[in-house]
């Protein structure tokens, strides 16, 4: 042969008994099948064998299997990011003339793809106050397919009571996912409360290091897996082995980083609710936080996002400054990694409610807690 035929020689030439404790990269589009008759163009590639990159390598799939096994599920699809993540979910369970429910406190771009894409598609996404509970009753409809929790939801954190949400949607045949995010799938276990669907922005606790977008839904059955796999395949939700290779090495320190996020979380946020100025800190652990009573009942731990609301008659600008003057929490949206980020939400959203650029959102990351309070100190003394 051609020395330009030999180096495209695709046959392993070394040996393939290579124990690693890392997952190895696999990175490829192309399956190389024996003969014709094996060709296929299967998704279901943890049963029925490797068809198409597309569907994941063996790095994608060992990712989702760690994952389902972390969150207990029957399942696990590993998506680009924790937005794809929502749209697989949206699109495996509604259609033109469907009706789903969202609370208000729901992430930001969920809400938008309801608004926009899915409105544009004729499906009826109709927002709910996320401390309804039992009363979500009232609102399913004959065309109810769906009904979204997010618990505690993004920058209001409230907690909401995913059993009863769960008993009434199940009394009238409706499914119920849930954005897990907050609890990285470990301080929240969804599926023993009743969830038919979990899923992750994996970019947050998971990757754990700012580095990486991914995300995950996790299904409990056999009929969930069949209805998401098939959307799955047609939506192309491709993701990128080194990435889930990243995920594969951040679920290894999550232990440790859940741990101390939590404590050093709790000391900054114990401590900023003893300033001056600070009307409320919206921490799931607090009893001040909206539906604190669903999250003793029901988590294990918290993590690291909280938000802080300051006084009515704290101006908006002074706010921006204590953002502006502060030195380790950094400006950013995004979180769950080894950073602090601090943010302000000048037009959250939430019925009856004027939060006026006065709620700011806190992610504690790994730095000192005694540096991260001098921090906050320092920026509150100059505003
Ligand atoms: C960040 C986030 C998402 C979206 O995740 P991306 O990976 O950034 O697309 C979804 N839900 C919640 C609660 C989030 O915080």
């Not at 192309?30 to 296929?40: A, E, H, M, R």
């Not at 505690?152 to 119920?176: F, L, N, R, Y």
């Not at 395949?233 to 996020?261: E, F, I, K, M, Y």
Request: a negative charge.
């Amino acid at each position: 042969m051609d020395w330009r035929t030999r180096l495209l020689d695709a046959t392993p030439q070394s040996r393939r008994d290579y124990r690693s404790l890392a997952t190895p990269v696999y990175r490829g589009s192309t399956v190389v099948f024996d003969q014709q008759s094996d060709v296929s163009d299967d998704w279901q590639q943890d049963k029925n064998g490797y068809s198409y990159g597309l569907y994941g390598t063996p790095t994608t799939l060992e990712l989702a299997s760690r994952i389902a096994r972390l969150e207990q599920a029957h399942h696990t699809f590993i998506v680009p990011g924790g937005q794809a993540a929502i749209a697989l979910v949206y699109f495996a369970y509604c259609k033109a003339g469907t009706h789903a429910l969202v609370p208000y406190s729901a992430y930001g771009p969920n809400k938008e793809m309801a608004e926009g894409l899915l409105r544009g598609l004729n499906i009826d996404v109709e927002p709910y106050d996320p401390l309804i509970g039992a009363e979500i009753s009232d609102l399913i409809k004959d065309n109810t397919t769906l009904i979204w929790c997010e618990s505690p939801g993004s920058v209001t954190m409230e907690i909401q009571d995913i059993p009863a949400i769960v008993a009434a949607a199940h009394d009238k045949g409706v499914k119920v996912a849930l954005d897990n995010t907050y609890s990285a799938g470990v301080f929240f276990d969804a599926f023993a409360h009743g969830v038919d669907v979990s899923m992750q922005a994996l970019t947050k606790y998971i990757g754990g290091h700012s580095d990486l977008l991914l995300g995950s839904v996790s299904v409990n059955d056999e009929h969930a897996y069949n209805a998401m796999g098939e959307v799955y395949r047609q939506l192309g939700l491709a993701v990128s082995p080194d990435d889930c290779s990243l995920a594969l090495r951040g679920l290894q320190t999550l232990p440790v980083r859940l741990d101390h996020l939590e404590t050093s979380t709790l000391k900054v946020a114990q401590w900023l609710e003893g300033q001056v100025g600070i009307n409320c800190v919206f921490h799931p652990a607090f009893e001040t936080c909206p539906g604190h009573e669903f999250w003793k009942r029901d988590f294990t731990g918290s993590t690291s996002v909280f938000s802080i609301l300051f006084d009515d008659d704290v101006e908006s600008e002074k706010v921006v400054t204590f953002i502006n003057t502060l030195r380790l929490f950094h400006i950013g949206l995004s979180w769950g990694g080894v950073n602090s980020l601090a943010v302000v939400y000048p037009d959250v959203d939430r019925p009856g409610k004027d939060y006026g650029g006065r709620l700011v959102r806190l992610n504690v990351g790994l730095e000192a807690t005694q540096d991260l309070i001098d921090d906050l100190h320092q920026a509150l003394s100059a505003m």
